[in-house]
């Protein structure tokens, strides 16, 4: 098992193509200034002992040490001593729409992205329950069975995305049977199943799926995210937004929060329904009344005991910094050895 530290640092990624732009435009500035300086044969001469090549090894020995010495802050941590841990808490199933119509963006920066946000915050708050995420859109299917590692409940967020469930709609009593499926009903621990949805395109008797849960004492609750006058649907190709999704009229599909839905499913799970806004996702709402729920001992096997191991990647960094100041930019030049012996 794997977990990194400080995961704050993985921006600092971000700065590598803008060194190597930077770099790039300094190596073709630095030439053109030379050629201005006289005729190209005679610049040659007076810089052929300067190495080009060796510049640019210089430079990608810099960027490499660069690259290590962010994975030393992140600083990567190896499971090293599995142990049962047992801890008081409740059983949680996230069930998470990801069809098209989440990518609306009329919660920013779309109604998806701010529900793994708003869920990853969550998970930071739990306090000894047991946690499982399943996504669905036409079908549902689950993506982190129920665990107590956190961890490993946020990698799997950072995964999730529109492109999990192939078939479109959404299929909310199929998510609520899966979750049903997920629970351990030897433990007395209190249960809890969190929709996270615009409700729309509704096509099983979610409704009926809740009241079984709630007879099973399992209790529903529901968040709405979208808003209920609607908003179009962007359409992405290779990552860029080209326009937004038409039906086979060409006219621009609107979707809409589906609130009634919504709040008729968590009345029939004897849970709350809440609206997410742009300040609020409702969560913190459902964290309290998840909170309230009877809790009771749950045991799991988790990684208790974690190495670090930015040394390696601090010892790479170090090395190839010396590596980089032992090199010169400056050419090994061929002695004309026979020179030295002729006659004058």
Not at 81 to 104: F, H, P, Q, T, Y
Not at 279 to 299: C, T, V, Y
Request: charged share 20%; proline share 3%; net charge positive.
């Amino acid at each position: 098992m794997i977990r990194y530290e400080n995961t704050e640092y993985w921006w600092a990624f971000l700065l590598i193509p803008i060194l190597l732009f930077i770099f790039w435009q300094y190596f073709n500035w630095r030439r053109k200034a030379l050629l201005k300086w006289g005729d190209s044969t005679v610049i040659s001469k007076l810089t052929e002992t300067i190495s080009p090549s060796k510049i640019v090894w210089k430079f990608t020995l810099r960027m490499l040490s660069f690259i290590f010495l962010i994975l030393a802050l992140i600083n990567p941590q190896v499971g090293t001593k599995l142990e049962e841990v047992k801890r008081k808490g409740s059983e949680l199933m996230i069930c998470l729409d990801v069809s098209n119509s989440m990518l609306a963006q009329d919660l920013q920066p779309n109604r998806l992205e701010m529900a793994k946000r708003a869920l990853s915050q969550m998970v930071d708050k739990l306090q000894g329950d047991k946690i499982g995420i399943i996504v669905f859109a036409g079908n549902a299917y689950t993506q982190l069975p129920i665990t107590s590692d956190y961890a490993a409940a946020k990698m799997f967020l950072n995964t999730i995305n529109t492109h999990l469930v192939p078939t479109q709609g959404t299929a909310i009593g199929t998510a609520i049977k899966l979750a049903l499926e997920s629970f351990n009903y030897d433990n007395p621990s209190g249960k809890a199943i969190v929709i996270i949805s615009d409700g729309e395109n509704h096509e099983d008797n979610a409704v009926e799926t809740a009241q079984e849960a709630y007879n099973k004492n399992v209790v529903v609750h529901t968040i709405g995210f979208g808003s209920p006058g609607g908003t179009p649907i962007p359409l992405y190709k290779s990552g860029k937004q080209t326009g937004f999704r038409t039906d086979k009229e060409g006219n621009t599909i609107i979707t809409k929060l589906n609130e009634k839905m919504l709040q008729e499913i968590a009345a029939a799970g004897n849970g709350a329904y809440i609206r997410a806004t742009n300040s609020n996702a409702g969560l913190s709402f459902i964290l309290s009344e998840i909170q309230n729920l009877e809790k009771a001992e749950l045991s799991s096997t988790m990684y208790t005991d974690f190495e670090d191991r930015f040394q390696i990647f601090l010892a790479c960094a170090i090395f190839l910094i010396v590596l980089e100041w032992l090199i010169t930019t400056r050419k090994y030049l061929k002695w004309n050895t026979h020179k030295l012996f002729e006659k004058k």
